[in-house]
């Protein structure tokens, strides 16, 4: 009895024990030695010195915030219940690439001590707006506004305002992003240092841009941050791979900082930014015949002044050079300005007349920078953090036409973030950019990836997309993206897309994807879509008829044909599929079967596709559906109908000799009576020529 008596009496200073460190957790413990027992006197002693060291760092005239994080998370590891230490390290992560990891400190902080700092809830608002958690953001923000003193309202509030305009457009944009996916170009590009600033030559074969790396010329570091001197590097394309970047030495780079701003079109000529004396200035490096650098040279004073020139950018047939300068006189912050000049002598000097600010429509009161004008000229890219921005710089587009720039146009998410976006260049024909952006499973620091526009719609070599109903009936298995198909010929054609659900836009991995030589009418490739993006990559030999069948259990069977004409050099298409899921009533259009011309006979290249259906209905016992058949509008009524409804027959003959049961299949033909193109062309006529089926039951 006594030793039941003595272990209830455990059990309950146990749960005290408990109960009480559970309370003591919630509240704000100071690092002071009567709130630790004196076995921790040593331990408090050492993470008190690590909280002055790292607030050495972030104290600093140059604040060094990424050095204070490592101090401070050795303090937090004695005591994480302390509300600035809390602050200090959300504060420091919001300053650093690693952004997001603020929220869970600054959250902490405020829990502890809602007054640890007067700046706590815009830290936080800032944190969840760059987390793009925008409706938490935009409540933060009304916080804290409504925590400040008229004062410091007066001072604030425009400011804060626009943070919450900035929370209101993400919200927007994130509802509609544009379609796009990105390629890291991998380890012989990127480091474990930060890449940043990338500009490419018309080939896309040709890449420089800017690196703090440890090989940079000098091998110093700058006393003020600690990190490695900004350097140029150089790294070019060899069979479709990205050699090992190197950097070019003197004279194109120097002992201090050396940053890329600008390429010429032609490759010849180099921008480059140097930021050690006169305010920041723009020097012209030239490529010799030997392929060598001239020693940079400083833009004239119509470029240069005492004030900041940060970024340039040579129009495409280098009549003009467009800059980035605070001097006085512009807009406000940083303005975009142009110089017109010409090419003189038998030395090629540029001559730069007077520079002209851009004007109203591009140009804000706050920062515009990152100029880029496109090799057609005429597209100018820039980064503002004025016009409608999710937050920080996002990147615009504006077009010179009729002798006047477009209200520029946000290039919409997710190529803009809630973060700076900056310093993209663009491909030769738009489809590509070029861009630098932390990714936590990347190489290290900022990577530099290349983006994919897809762009709104399809290009028009396409047909919309139509889908038919299968199953598959064998497992699919969790893989990584599968490797590029290679299909051998001289002259390929590169097919790339995602394959996302129609309605929820969100990816679908591990689908299986069927192309066909409908000519030949054999499977050519196979393959099954990234497991976790829904991302796929083939190579086709140019000049042939193809059948593409993407299937997905649960999902209508998806059909696309592509024709890729005959090519002299490689091309890319770029092609998206949109699975719907099984509904009884859907219309779905068969796009690779064919009958000769005004005829109801199957023609050899149908083969494939019908053979699929066969399978579909095979694997689906319990599926009936409806063949039909459509035209366009050319020719009478009867004539019409009588031959949709051969159309329609001739495929259910083709099913019923393939073992289909009859009583699974009926026919139809609608003749022009369900258009769904405009009969007015001869685009629309030939959309309207079509065999469908529906679903009747499944």
Same mark, same amino acid.
């Given at each position: %009895?006594?030793?039941?008596?003595?272990?209830?009496?455990?059990?309950?200073?146990?749960?005290?024990?408990?109960?009480?460190?559970?309370?003591?957790?919630?509240?704000?413990?100071?690092?002071?030695?009567?709130?630790?027992?004196?076995?921790?006197?040593? $331990?408090?002693?050492?993470?008190?010195?690590? *909280?002055?060291?790292?607030?050495?760092?972030?104290?600093?005239?140059?604040?060094?915030?990424?050095? $204070?994080?490592?101090?401070? !998370?050795?303090?937090?590891?004695?005591?994480?219940?302390?509300?600035?230490?809390?602050?200090?390290?959300?504060?420091?992560?919001?300053?650093?690439?690693?952004?997001?990891?603020?929220?869970?400190?600054?959250?902490?902080?405020?829990?502890?001590?809602?007054?640890?700092?007067?700046?706590?809830?815009?830290?936080?608002?800032?944190?969840?707006?760059?987390?793009?958690?925008? /409706?938490?953001?935009?409540?933060?923000?009304?916080?804290?506004?409504?925590?400040?003193?008229?004062?410091?309202?007066?001072?604030?509030?425009?400011?804060?305002?626009?943070?919450?305009?900035?929370?209101?457009?993400? *919200?927007?944009?994130?509802?509609?992003?544009?379609?796009?996916?990105?390629?890291?170009?991998?380890?012989?590009?990127?480091?474990?240092?930060?890449?940043?600033?990338?500009?490419?030559?018309?080939?896309?074969?040709?890449? %420089? #841009?800017?690196?703090?790396?440890?090989?940079?010329?000098?091998? @110093?570091?700058?006393?003020?941050?600690?990190?490695?001197?900004?350097?140029?590097?150089?790294?070019?394309?060899?069979?479709?791979?990205?050699?090992?970047?190197?950097?070019?030495?003197?004279?194109?780079?120097?002992?201090?900082?050396? &940053?890329?701003?600008?390429?010429?079109?032609?490759?010849?000529?180099?921008?480059?930014?140097?930021?050690?004396?006169?305010?920041?200035?723009?020097?012209?490096?030239?490529?010799?015949?030997?392929?060598?650098?001239?020693?940079?040279?400083?833009?004239?004073?119509?470029?240069?002044?005492?004030?900041?020139?940060?970024? &340039?950018?040579?129009?495409?047939?280098?009549?003009?050079?467009?800059?980035? =300068?605070?001097?006085?006189?512009?807009?406000?912050?940083?303005?975009?300005?142009?110089?017109?000049?010409?090419?003189?002598?038998?030395?090629? @000097?540029?001559?730069?007349?007077? &520079? *002209?600010? !851009?004007?109203?429509?591009?140009?804000?009161?706050?920062?515009?920078?990152?100029?880029?004008?496109?090799?057609?000229?005429?597209?100018?890219?820039?980064?503002?953090?004025?016009?409608?921005?999710?937050?920080?710089?996002?990147? #615009?587009?504006?077009?010179?036409?009729?002798?006047?720039?477009?209200?520029?146009?946000?290039?919409?998410?997710?190529?803009?973030?809630?973060?700076?976006?900056?310093?993209?260049?663009?491909?030769?024909?738009?489809?590509?950019?070029?861009?630098?952006?932390?990714?936590?499973?990347?190489?290290?620091?900022?990577?530099?990836?290349? *983006?994919? !526009?897809?762009?709104?719609?399809?290009?028009? +070599?396409?047909?919309?997309?139509?889908?038919?109903?299968?199953?598959?009936?064998?497992?699919?298995?969790?893989?990584?993206?599968?490797?590029?198909?290679?299909?051998?010929?001289? +002259?390929?054609?590169?097919?790339?897309?995602?394959? %996302?659900?129609?309605?929820?836009?969100?990816?679908?991995?591990?689908?299986?994807?069927?192309?066909?030589?409908?000519?030949?009418?054999? %499977?050519?490739?196979?393959?099954?879509?990234?497991?976790?993006?829904?991302?796929?990559?083939?190579?086709?030999?140019?000049?042939?008829?193809?059948?593409?069948?993407?299937?997905?259990?649960?999902?209508?069977?998806?059909?696309?044909?592509?024709?890729?004409?005959? &090519?002299?050099?490689?091309?890319?298409?770029?092609?998206?599929?949109?699975?719907?899921?099984?509904?009884?009533? =859907? /219309?779905?259009?068969?796009?690779?079967?064919?009958?000769? #011309?005004?005829?109801?006979?199957?023609?050899?290249? =149908?083969?494939?596709?019908?053979?699929?259906?066969?399978?579909? +209905?095979?694997?689906?016992?319990? !599926?009936?559906?409806?063949?039909?058949?459509?035209?366009?509008?050319?020719?009478?009524?009867e004539y019409n109908t009588k031959l949709s409804k051969d159309r329609a027959k001739a495929v259910v003959d083709y099913l019923i000799v393939q073992g289909i049961e009859?009583?699974?299949?009926?026919?139809?033909?609608?003749?022009?009576?369900?258009?769904?193109?405009?009969?007015?062309?001869?685009?629309?006529?030939?959309?309207?020529?079509?065999?469908?089926?529906?679903?009747? =039951?499944?």
């Open positions: %009895m006594e030793k039941r008596i003595h272990n209830s009496y455990k059990i309950l200073l146990f749960l005290f024990v408990v109960i009480y460190f559970q309370g003591m957790s919630q509240e704000n413990i100071p690092f002071d030695k009567d709130f630790f027992p004196p076995e921790k006197k040593d $331990a408090l002693k050492a993470a008190i010195k690590e *909280i002055k060291e790292g607030d050495d760092y972030f104290q600093d005239d140059i604040p060094r915030y990424s050095l $204070a994080i490592e101090h401070y !998370l050795n303090a937090y590891d004695f005591n994480p219940n302390n509300a600035l230490l809390n602050y200090k390290i959300g504060k420091c992560y919001l300053k650093t690439i690693q952004k997001t990891k603020s929220i869970s400190y600054l959250e902490q902080a405020q829990t502890l001590d809602s007054k640890a700092h007067s700046d706590i809830l815009y830290l936080l608002a800032r944190g969840y707006h760059l987390n793009l958690d925008l /409706k938490k953001a935009i409540i933060t923000y009304k916080d804290y506004r409504g925590s400040l003193s008229p004062n410091e309202l007066t001072k604030k509030g425009d400011h804060i305002d626009k943070k919450i305009a900035e929370c209101n457009v993400a *919200i927007e944009m994130v509802k509609e992003p544009v379609r796009i996916f990105t390629d890291n170009l991998g380890p012989k590009v990127n480091s474990k240092y930060p890449e940043y600033g990338p500009y490419i030559n018309a080939e896309e074969t040709v890449i %420089m #841009f800017t690196s703090a790396r440890e090989n940079t010329t000098g091998g @110093k570091t700058d006393p003020a941050d600690l990190k490695f001197y900004e350097d140029i590097y150089i790294s070019k394309k060899e069979t479709d791979v990205w050699r090992e970047a190197e950097n070019p030495g003197h004279p194109l780079n120097t002992t201090s900082h050396d &940053a890329i701003v600008g390429v010429s079109p032609d490759g010849k000529h180099a921008l480059i930014y140097k930021g050690e004396d006169n305010g920041g200035d723009i020097f012209e490096c030239r490529i010799k015949e030997d392929g060598s650098w001239q020693s940079p040279k400083r833009l004239p004073k119509e470029i240069n002044t005492k004030y900041h020139e940060s970024s &340039a950018s040579f129009s495409n047939d280098m009549s003009a050079l467009y800059f980035v =300068s605070d001097k006085p006189g512009g807009f406000g912050g940083k303005d975009i300005y142009v110089a017109q000049l010409s090419l003189k002598g038998s030395k090629e @000097k540029l001559d730069y007349d007077d &520079a *002209i600010n !851009l004007g109203a429509v591009i140009n804000t009161p706050y920062d515009e920078n990152g100029v880029y004008m496109d090799v057609e000229g005429k597209v100018l890219y820039f980064s503002s953090k004025g016009h409608s921005t999710m937050g920080g710089y996002d990147i #615009f587009k504006s077009e010179y036409k009729d002798g006047k720039w477009s209200i520029p146009e946000n290039l919409g998410y997710p190529i803009n973030s809630a973060d700076d976006d900056l310093f993209f260049s663009f491909s030769r024909d738009g489809r590509h950019a070029y861009y630098s952006t932390y990714d936590p499973n990347g190489y290290g620091d900022r990577d530099l990836f290349m *983006i994919t !526009l897809l762009g709104p719609e399809k290009p028009v +070599l396409f047909s919309d997309d139509y889908d038919y109903l299968a199953y598959i009936t064998v497992p699919i298995q969790e893989d990584a993206m599968h490797d590029k198909v290679e299909i051998k010929d001289n +002259l390929i054609t590169i097919v790339r897309g995602k394959i %996302m659900d129609a309605i929820t836009l969100s990816p679908l991995g591990g689908v299986i994807v069927e192309i066909y030589d409908n000519e030949l009418g054999r %499977m050519v490739a196979s393959f099954e879509s990234n497991s976790r993006t829904g991302e796929y990559m083939v190579s086709l030999n140019s000049g042939k008829n193809y059948g593409f069948a993407v299937k997905a259990k649960e999902y209508m069977f998806h059909s696309e044909n592509l024709v890729i004409p005959p &090519a002299t050099t490689v091309q890319e298409i770029y092609l998206d599929f949109l699975l719907n899921k099984v509904q009884v009533g =859907s /219309k779905i259009i068969l796009k690779n079967i064919f009958f000769d #011309f005004d005829k109801a006979t199957l023609r050899k290249e =149908s083969a494939a596709e019908l053979d699929r259906l066969v399978k579909m +209905l095979r694997d689906v016992p319990t !599926l009936t559906i409806e063949i039909s058949g459509h035209t366009d509008n050319v020719g009478s009524d009859e009583n699974r299949l009926t026919y139809a033909g609608y003749g022009e009576s369900q258009p769904i193109a405009d009969n007015d062309a001869e685009e629309g006529r030939q959309e309207n020529r079509r065999t469908e089926f529906k679903v009747l =039951s499944k």
